[in-house]
């Protein structure tokens, strides 16, 4: 049976979605069903608060993605600027703006998809607002999570000699992504291509990562890689008032990727530098303490590659190609305004 949202309302939606929200339920004084949710205050951490909408046809497409995926992602994305200042997440609220179209079983996989990442990361879903959109699937995620007090981690800490860190590998999502567009001329096995989309669908958002980097002395900058590398390595660079060299040799590409690519370094470069939505950190540490951070980093069993250095030129983003000559950077990433 089919179920329209216009029978159930409003407040039979709400029922229906909030059940199961709670992950962490000590820090919860009331959860949903007043007028705000009643939590109470971490004593001795800082609060973090974060919010990121998603729009259907700007963010996501209902054919490329499913509802689980497209809740999943919602939260994801909340999550991994939570961990870029080093915190870890606590409670969300969620708001969705739903077409007539739409029916509630598609909410209900949508609110699994939130749920399921919540439960991982253990986040309280106290709240949120529902309604009626024209035309387009819209979700907002407001987030709160904390960080030991004066232990926060800016974009704005980098200086001149300082070593440039990713975890993990760079231009999965935008491989990701290019293969939905293609899939039909593509011949890499199903395999390959469900691993590159679900980098793409559902990405991991860092969190151990940033909690273990907010707890070591000599971690001077931190961000995530929503934008593209270039757009994030802007930022840092910007805030900080540095430049970058880039090693392109360097770069943590899978092997699968770059063959997507066909062996062509540009187009793995793009993917890397504009590609974005990859959700790793990107970090700085300072030359004197490498040695102890890598040590951490390998002991927790992250995975991470040192990709560059920090120069002295204020707003100057350079890579070194793998022929050895020395390029301005020039892409900045996705820009919704441009
Ligand atoms: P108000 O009129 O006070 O804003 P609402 O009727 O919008 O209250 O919401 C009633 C309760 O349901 C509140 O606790 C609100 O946080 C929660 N809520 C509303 N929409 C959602 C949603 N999409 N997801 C989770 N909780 C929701
Ligand atoms: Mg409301």
New binding site residues.
Partial sequence: MILKLSSVG??G??DI??KD?IFSPESVIA???????VLKSPAANWQLFTTDMMLEGIHFRLDWSSYYQVGYKALAVNISDIAAMGGRPTHA????GIPDTVQIENIEEL?QGIRDIARRFKIN??????VKSPEKLIINIALLGEVAAGKAIYRSGARPGDIIYTTGNLGKSAAGLYILAHTKELELTSEVKERLILAHTLPEPRVDTGWLLSGLEGVSALDDNSDGLAAELREICRASSVGCLIWEKELPVLAEVKKLAGEQGDVVLDWVMDGGEDYELIFTVRPDHRGTVEQSLNHAGISFSSIGVITAQVNELKIKRINGSEEKINSSGYNHFK
Avoid: H, P, Q, W
């Fill in positions: 409003e407040f939606l709400i979605l909030n929200m959860g949903i069903g007043d007028d705000t949710a609220v969620v708001s969705v609110y879903l106290v709240g949120g607002d529902t």
